[in-house]
């Protein structure tokens, strides 16, 4: 459900490039059927993800706090040269 809402509001506002704060995962812990691309892939022509999270603290469970994650999507996709 709340997936559904935000595609809604990303198309009907037509944003190329937008910003997620306070994801509140540990992406690494997820199964990759679970992770943004996969779970985004249908939403868009194109799309380049970037997401990160606390790298420094030992995981220990899937959810964590903070974290980001940017969109870029269908033509801002194509002319992604680089992350990090």
């Known amino acids: 459900m709340k997936e559904d809402i935000r595609k809604i509001g990303l198309n009907k506002w037509e944003f ?3 910003g997620f704060v306070e994801t509140n995962l540990d992406w690494h812990l997820l ?3 679970d992770k943004l691309p996969l779970r985004t892939q249908e ?3 194109a ?3 970037s997401w ?3 790298r420094t603290s030992t995981p220990r ?3 964590q706090f903070g974290g980001t994650a ?3 999507i269908n033509q801002a996709a194509h002319h992604v ?3 990090g």
């Open 52 to 54: 990160t999270n606390n």
């Open 16 to 18: 190329d490039i937008f």
């Open 47 to 49: 799309q380049h993800i």
């Open 81 to 83: 040269i680089d992350k």
């Open 31 to 33: 199964k990759e059927e």
């Open 70 to 72: 940017l969109f870029s």
């Open 43 to 45: 939403w868009w022509e």
């Open 61 to 63: 469970t899937v959810k």
